[in-house]
């Protein structure tokens, strides 16, 4: 309905411009002639004829600016489906796929300078053909079909030098929009590290970072100022002023050559040939003139828009190939499909599919499970999507089952992968061998290391990821989330930070224990069936730990705890130690107070025994070092 109503609007814009131009032509001929009332008249009709033409250009941007706004608002809509979607679209094609960087910069600024081109484009090329068309007619019949025929072959030439000139702007679109991208990225980075990089005092090297990537960016965009500034005056000479020039030469041709004129020109013109008054006869040349130049004008205008819509259809075609390259990514990751699956260009570069690489993903995940469930499933860091490396094996085979009830804690040093565990039971790495099952979404929570705050009151901090809607529709109330609190010891939240509805950047006011039990205040509240927690407690003190896990255990919350702390052995049944073996991929899975278990830990103390039976070497190690030092120290 909008383009309609656009398109209307773009056709009585041009009957409006009919109108001026034949009025403009009465009011210089009655101005030649001395005529005051007609000149009057005429400048009456002009104000009034400004109005409904003022409200037609206005309301004809308007709607251009509607349809460029409804257009992204489609898009926006269709790629958070997409983006957004329960297979973690916006966690793969980041951290999975590599196809692209910065995906942020896609959806917010390319997207946006996308539906603008494309809505201006169809204004630019709408209205000129509409003008283009009834323009033709009209000076068809006022200078003949002489005129016509060179006004078309100077637009066909003026096509064909343009294009052959015009640089490449698609792909210099393109490149921009990527290297507009890295410098977004580079500051968002420097954002969400803030923090760190200021502990590191890594300043200098962020500035330099930051400096180079503008640095590609402003010397793109000069290069292409400077490949515009030559385009643009070739352009400029050729429709401007070659074709006011020609515009001359055509709207002259009723008067040097009556015979090749147009039926409006003869009828008109007749009278004044068979009137001895030579005034007259000039007032009337000149009133054809003038409305004839109008037209030319006009016309001109028209055919230069269409005209230096070949750079902007260049521009959107580089806009439209940053949008295609985003929808392609998404739509492949959605799918699950990496790399190229056309199998003649796989025989052409002779591609082999790697072990563990993303088209090599063989694995089945099963959901609604009662439990937990790895059959022979390889724990295996995925590589990146976009040149399907190999993937890194962390556990081998991993074949374990976990009961409701039977809590578990998952051990192990730096690197062998217990995080990366929580992750495939996730869904965010694929199951590349084997079968994962577990429950459904409502029945199982994860805690991650990085504890998440949203911006939200301190209410939505509690219940995440539900809204205050659904809070009430479930039947909870504050009295509830207050009760919740007391559990994880933080009933002092709300009277400190002024109530449930306060909002604040919690990340920046919560100390790290409070971040650590505010998530699992949000376990509590939603109280699954299981509940992953990663290295959750490592900020709280131990008896707060205690309180934290014997509540879950109370509600009835099968725990599977990540962490390298064997404190918390007692709060599980079974301990799996990840990087065994000669490889560090074997895994051991132990029942606590079982008699392997009770060796394992008598075997860490006597570790930490023979450990602590070298305390007085070290100690002497360490004089002696001292007082070479301070020898040397002495010497100089």
């Given at each position: 309905?909008?383009?309609?109503?656009?398109?209307?609007?773009?056709?009585?814009?041009?009957?409006?411009?009919?109108?001026?131009a034949k009025?403009?032509?009465?009011?210089?001929?009655?101005?030649?002639?001395?005529?005051?009332?007609?000149?009057?008249?005429?400048?009456v009709?002009?104000?009034?004829?400004?109005?409904p033409a003022?409200y037609?250009?206005?309301?004809?941007?308007?709607?251009q600016?509607?349809?460029?706004?409804?257009?992204?608002?489609?898009?926006?809509?269709?790629?958070?489906?997409?983006y957004?979607?329960?297979?973690?679209n916006?966690?793969?094609?980041?951290?999975?796929?590599g196809?692209?960087e910065?995906?942020?910069?896609?959806?917010?600024?390319?997207?946006?300078?996308?539906c603008?081109?494309?809505?201006?484009?169809?204004?630019?090329?709408?209205?000129?053909?509409?003008?283009?068309?009834?323009?033709?007619?009209?000076?068809?019949?006022?200078?003949?079909?002489?005129?016509?025929?060179?006004?078309?072959?100077?637009?066909?030439?003026?096509a064909w030098?343009?294009?052959?000139?015009?640089?490449?702007?698609?792909?210099?679109?393109?490149?921009?929009?990527?290297?507009?991208?890295?410098?977004?990225?580079?500051?968002?980075?420097l954002?969400?590290?803030?923090?760190e990089?200021?502990?590191?005092?890594?300043?200098?090297?962020?500035?330099?970072?930051?400096?180079?990537?503008?640095?590609?960016?402003?010397s793109?965009?000069?290069?292409?100022?400077r490949?515009?500034?030559?385009?643009?005056?070739?352009?400029?000479?050729?429709?401007?002023?070659?074709?006011s020039?020609?515009?001359?030469l055509?709207?002259?041709?009723?008067?040097?050559?009556p015979n090749?004129?147009?039926?409006?020109a003869?009828?008109?013109?007749?009278?004044?040939?068979?009137?001895?008054?030579?005034?007259?006869?000039?007032r009337?040349?000149?009133?054809?003139?003038?409305?004839?130049?109008?037209?030319?004008l006009?016309?001109?205008?028209?055919?230069?828009r269409m005209?230096?819509?070949?750079?902007?259809?260049?521009?959107?075609?580089?806009?439209?190939?940053?949008?295609?390259?985003?929808?392609?990514?998404?739509?492949?990751?959605?799918?699950?499909?990496?790399?190229n699956?056309?199998?003649?260009?796989?025989?052409?570069?002779?591609?082999?599919?790697k072990?563990?690489?993303?088209?090599?993903?063989?694995?089945?995940?099963?959901?609604?499970?009662d439990g937990?469930?790895?059959?022979?499933?390889?724990i295996?860091?995925?590589?990146?999507?976009?040149?399907?490396?190999?993937?890194?094996?962390?556990?081998?085979?991993?074949?374990?089952?976990?009961?409701?009830?039977?809590?578990?804690?998952?051990?192990?040093?730096?690197?062998?992968?217990k995080s990366?565990?929580?992750?495939?039971?996730?869904?965010?790495?694929?199951?590349?061998?084997?079968?994962?099952?577990?429950?459904?979404n409502?029945?199982i929570s994860?805690?991650?290391?990085?504890?998440?705050?949203?911006?939200?009151?301190?209410?939505?901090?509690?219940?995440y990821?539900?809204s205050?809607?659904?809070?009430?529709?479930?039947?909870?109330?504050?009295?509830?989330l207050?009760?919740?609190?007391?559990?994880?010891?933080?009933e002092?939240?709300?009277?400190?930070?002024?109530?449930?509805?306060?909002?604040?950047q919690w990340?920046?006011?919560?100390?790290?224990?409070?971040?650590?039990?505010v998530?699992?205040?949000?376990?509590?509240?939603?109280?699954?069936?299981?509940?992953?927690?990663?290295?959750?407690t490592?900020?709280?003190?131990?008896?707060?730990?205690?309180?934290?896990y014997?509540?879950?255990?109370?509600?009835?919350?099968?725990?599977?705890?990540?962490?390298?702390?064997?404190?918390?052995?007692?709060?599980?049944k079974?301990?799996?130690?990840?990087?065994?073996?000669?490889h560090?991929?074997e895994?051991?899975?132990?029942?606590?107070?079982?008699?392997?278990?009770?060796?394992?830990?008598?075997?860490?103390?006597a570790?930490?025994e023979?450990?602590?039976?070298k305390?007085?070497?070290?100690?002497?190690?360490?004089?002696?070092?001292?007082?070479?030092?301070?020898?040397?120290?002495a010497?100089?």
């Amino acid at each position: 309905m909008l383009l309609l109503i656009h398109t209307l609007f773009l056709f009585v814009r041009t009957y409006l411009s009919l109108v001026i131009a034949k009025l403009d032509g009465r009011i210089v001929r009655d101005l030649i002639a001395a005529n005051g009332t007609g000149f009057v008249k005429g400048l009456v009709y002009w104000l009034l004829i400004a109005i409904p033409a003022s409200y037609t250009n206005s309301i004809i941007k308007f709607l251009q600016s509607k349809v460029s706004l409804e257009f992204r608002t489609r898009l926006v809509r269709y790629i958070h489906d997409i983006y957004l979607d329960d297979t973690l679209n916006f966690y793969k094609v980041s951290n999975i796929d590599g196809g692209i960087e910065g995906i942020d910069q896609y959806i917010t600024a390319d997207l946006i300078k996308f539906c603008d081109a494309a809505a201006s484009l169809y204004s630019n090329l709408g209205k000129p053909a509409v003008d283009f068309m009834i323009f033709s007619y009209q000076l068809r019949r006022n200078l003949g079909p002489l005129a016509v025929v060179g006004i078309f072959s100077n637009y066909f030439a003026t096509a064909w030098l343009l294009k052959a000139m015009a640089p490449s702007f698609g792909l210099l679109t393109s490149v921009e929009g990527r290297l507009e991208g890295e410098y977004r990225n580079a500051h968002s980075k420097l954002i969400t590290n803030a923090e760190e990089i200021a502990f590191y005092d890594g300043t200098s090297l962020e500035r330099s970072i930051l400096i180079k990537t503008y640095a590609r960016l402003a010397s793109h965009i000069r290069a292409i100022l400077r490949i515009k500034v030559s385009y643009i005056m070739f352009e400029d000479f050729i429709i401007k002023y070659s074709w006011s020039a020609l515009g001359y030469l055509f709207s002259s041709l009723p008067v040097f050559l009556p015979n090749w004129s147009g039926d409006d020109a003869k009828t008109e013109m007749a009278p004044s040939l068979k009137s001895a008054n030579k005034d007259f006869r000039e007032r009337d040349r000149m009133k054809q003139f003038i409305t004839n130049k109008r037209l030319m004008l006009s016309l001109a205008d028209a055919g230069s828009r269409m005209m230096y819509s070949i750079k902007d259809l260049s521009e959107l075609a580089g806009y439209t190939a940053r949008v295609y390259s985003m929808l392609a990514t998404l739509h492949r990751v959605h799918a699950n499909a990496y790399g190229n699956k056309n199998p003649q260009v796989r025989a052409r570069k002779q591609h082999k599919v790697k072990l563990y690489s993303l088209e090599d993903v063989q694995g089945t995940m099963h959901e609604g499970f009662d439990g937990i469930r790895f059959e022979h499933t390889p724990i295996v860091v995925p590589g990146l999507g976009r040149d399907l490396s190999a993937g890194e094996l962390l556990v081998n085979d991993l074949n374990i089952r976990i009961n409701p009830g039977e809590h578990l804690l998952i051990s192990g040093s730096n690197g062998t992968g217990k995080s990366a565990v929580a992750r495939v039971l996730g869904g965010l790495w694929p199951v590349f061998r084997g079968l994962v099952s577990k429950p459904l979404n409502r029945d199982i929570s994860f805690l991650p290391q990085k504890p998440y705050l949203s911006n939200g009151s301190l209410r939505e901090q509690i219940i995440y990821p539900s809204s205050e809607v659904e809070m009430y529709e479930a039947g909870k109330t504050d009295s509830d989330l207050l009760d919740i609190l007391r559990m994880v010891r933080l009933e002092y939240l709300p009277d400190r930070e002024g109530g449930w509805n306060t909002k604040k950047q919690w990340k920046d006011v919560f100390s790290g224990g409070e971040k650590q039990r505010v998530m699992f205040a949000r376990i509590l509240y939603k109280r699954p069936r299981f509940a992953v927690i990663d290295e959750g407690t490592s900020a709280v003190s131990s008896d707060v730990e205690g309180l934290l896990y014997e509540t879950c255990q109370k509600l009835g919350i099968t725990l599977v705890t990540i962490s390298h702390r064997p404190s918390l052995l007692r709060y599980h049944k079974a301990q799996l130690r990840l990087g065994e073996g000669a490889h560090g991929d074997e895994w051991v899975l132990e029942q606590t107070g079982t008699d392997e278990a009770r060796l394992s830990v008598e075997r860490e103390i006597a570790e930490l025994e023979e450990q602590l039976g070298k305390i007085d070497e070290l100690k002497a190690r360490r004089n002696e070092i001292a007082d070479l030092l301070l020898g040397k120290k002495a010497t100089k």
